[in-house]
């Protein structure tokens, strides 16, 4: 079997999968660059394409592995992380109202355990954006750098609609009197900024694990 047929075999076997043209480029490079090596080392082609079908794998089976690991779509890990950043905003409205509207020691304790942990949560909120880096990288390689950027964009946009909100003075600021410090807001402002670098830096750490 010469490059050619292996290469169309695959990406038969790929078409339906998501983001199947940039996994088939991904699977090119990596044939190219393991052809070239084994060259290099004074094998025929013939030679190089016996030692990619020992280390690849037939066509079926790498399309079968392809299949098997990707479990989540592209489009259901996007969702998943706007819907669970959507949801922390939407938790934080729901206990900023209870605390503003409603006697409660319970409410009360919340908001101030909350109070006194606003650095804590904003360093485990920055964890997070670097996590959809890492897992982006780990469920779909080196393809899924471009849809972690994609998702961050998407699911930052909360972010981005609460900060102009508050620097607007839509919503009464004597309501975040307890939370906020200039110091904390212009350090929410540059983490919400570096999203997608966090993002990135998850990346990196995803590219890490896979070598």
């Not at 075999?9 to 078409?15: M, R």
């Not at 082609?45 to 280390?55: G, I, S, T």
């Not at 839509?170 to 993002?199: E, K, N």
């Amino acid at each position: 079997m010469d490059k050619e047929t292996y290469i169309y075999k695959v990406k038969n076997g790929l078409k339906g999968v998501s983001d199947c043209e940039a996994m088939i480029e991904e699977i090119e490079n990596h044939i190219e660059h393991h052809l070239f090596h084994f060259i290099q080392e004074g094998k025929s082609e013939a030679e190089a394409m016996e030692c990619l079908l020992r280390e690849f794998g037939t066509p079926d089976e790498i399309v079968s592995s392809f299949q098997k690991e990707q479990p989540v779509s592209a489009r259901t890990f996007l969702l998943f992380h706007l819907f669970c950043n959507s949801a922390l905003f939407a938790a934080g409205i729901i206990i900023t109202a209870l605390h503003a509207w409603l006697e409660s020691p319970f409410v009360h304790a919340v908001w101030k355990g909350i109070s006194v942990s606003v650095w804590l949560i904003l360093a485990a909120y920055i964890l997070y954006w670097v996590l959809i880096g890492y897992q982006g990288v780990r469920e779909f390689g080196q393809r899924g750098e471009r849809l972690v950027l994609h998702t961050i964009l998407i699911s930052m946009v909360p972010n981005v609609i609460f900060m102009f909100v508050f620097l607007f003075d839509l919503v009464p600021a004597a309501l975040f009197q307890s939370l906020l410090t200039p110091w904390f807001i212009g350090a929410c402002a540059c983490a919400t900024l570096l999203f997608p670098a966090c993002g990135r830096i998850g990346c990196y750490f995803g590219r890490c694990q896979l070598a």
